[in-house]
Structure formats: C-alpha cells, structure tokens
Nanobody, 126 residues
C-alpha cells in the first residue's frame, strides 16, 4: 500500500483551469497504476482518468466526460501524479480522489484500486 495526499483543489470560474497534485509515499511508485476519481454531492464516486505504470508504458485513459479537457501525468522521480483540468464546467464540481493500484490495470472501477487519498474539493462556479 502507498499513502496518498492530494493538493491543488479550489474554486474556479467556468472555463478556467486547475491542476491537482498527488504525492505518494514509498519507493515503488513507478510500479503502480494511478487514477483520479471524483464524487459529487449525492452521487457515486466516478472514474476520471488513469495512467498505467512505467513497465506498461504509462498509457493514459479517460472518462468520456473529461476527454480532451483533462490530462493525467506522472513524475516517478518525485512520486507525483497530476491532473490538469482545463475548460472546467460547473458539472466538474466534486471531491477529487487520487488512487493507486499495484501493477497494471485499465480498470475504471474504484473497487479495483487499493490505496486512496483524502480528497480535494474542486468547485466550478457558473
């Protein structure tokens, strides 16, 4: 298991941008697939974006609702994963969670990720 801590949330107007960061503990960060999920009030937690581990080429995959607007990336030297969010919409308002799973997965199910951060609030005003 890794420990995850998110940062970078906040309030932004529609059309604006934010970058979320997530730092992971441990020496084996590069072996984990990393993901971002979000949960809006009264809704289930949904997949946003994922990036596979270094051994599998760090492939990225996205929810259709954010494709073309959000970009996930990682810096293994810093144990960091990022979510760059552009052209934000009010419906992007949610608590955003960083997640990690050892090995390779392209799963979009939160039950397939074993480690979670505490969440970062993102609020997009109209």
């Amino acid at each position: 298991q890794v420990q995850l801590v998110e940062s970078g949330g906040g309030l932004v107007q529609a059309g604006g941008s934010l970058r979320l960061s997530c730092v992971a503990s441990g020496r084996t960060f590069s072996t984990y697939t990393m993901g971002w999920f979000r949960q809006a009030p009264g809704k289930e937690r949904d997949f946003v974006a994922g990036i596979t581990n270094t051994w599998s080429g760090q492939g990225t995959y996205y929810a259709d609702s954010v494709k073309g607007r959000f970009t996930i990336s990682r810096d293994n030297a810093k144990n960091m994963v990022y979510l760059q969010m552009n052209s934000l919409k009010p419906e992007d308002t949610a608590v955003y969670y960083c997640a990690a799973q050892l090995g390779v997965t392209t799963s979009r199910r939160d039950s397939d990720f074993g480690s979670w951060g505490q969440g970062a609030q993102v609020t997009v005003s109209s």
